[in-house]
């Protein structure tokens, strides 16, 4: 069982920067490998990105590749999201998961989900 708890959300102006972390627990979580999703208003959860076990496959939502950067720290057990040059449309809250398989992941297949953090971009 791995449990996912994020943290770093908040408010920042467009053109801002943020990072989150997901802290993972369970004694398996340097097997999985580890995504993000967000949610805006209305809308349906979308994947963001997503990171092997190994730290050494990534993979990025076209809207976000350039500006954000997804990493992990095996030794803190955490995952991170670095979000740079923010937009009013990146508005939402932001979901860690876990899975199998970046393939899985990316598609929400058994995922672990954390609680979510909400990112607000004013213009």
């Known amino acids: 069982q791995v449990q996912l708890v994020e943290s770093g959300g908040g408010l920042v102006q467009a053109g801002g920067s943020l990072r989150l972390s997901c802290a993972a627990s369970?004694?398996?979580?340097?097997?999985?490998?580890m995504g993000w999703f967000r949610q805006a208003p209305g809308k349906e959860r979308e994947f963001v990105a997503a990171?092997?076990?190994?730290?050494?496959?990534?993979i990025y939502a076209d809207s976000v590749k350039g500006r954000f950067t997804i990493s992990r720290d095996k030794a803190k057990n955490t995952e991170y999201l670095q979000m740079n040059s923010l937009k009013p449309e990146d508005t939402a809250v932001y979901y860690c998961?876990?899975?199998?398989?970046?393939?899985?992941?990316?598609?929400?297949?058994?995922?672990?989900w954390g609680q979510g953090t909400q990112v607000t971009v004013s213009s």
């Open positions: 998961a876990a899975g199998s398989s970046i393939g899985r992941v990316q598609a929400g297949l058994d995922n672990y």
């Open positions: 369970g004694p398996t979580f340097r097997s999985y490998t």
């Open positions: 990171i092997s076990w190994s730290g050494g496959d990534t």
